[in-house]
């Protein structure tokens, strides 16, 4: 299967980091505004990429608060 997920720009560093560590495979494409981008990922169990993208997006949310 293979599952769509949009994120704003500057967190890919930090989703690829994470879908990396778990040997994941995507694609990363545009997103559908300006500062965004799609990523793709092929997976097998959706419980197991839901808690892998709740990782990131919680690391990305506390990375953004030490920024401002």
């Known amino acids: 299967m293979k599952a769509g997920i949009v994120i704003d720009d500057w967190k890919l560093n930090i989703f690829k980091k994470h879908l990396d560590s778990s040997k994941y ?3 990363v494409k545009n997103g559908i505004t ?7 990922v092929e997976f097998e169990n959706f419980g197991v990429l839901e808690t892998i993208v709740k990782a990131a997006n919680d690391e990305a ?8």
């Open 25 to 27: 495979q995507y694609e």
């Open 34 to 40: 300006k500062d965004t981008l799609s990523i793709f």
């Open 61 to 68: 949310a506390t990375s953004k608060q030490t920024l401002h």
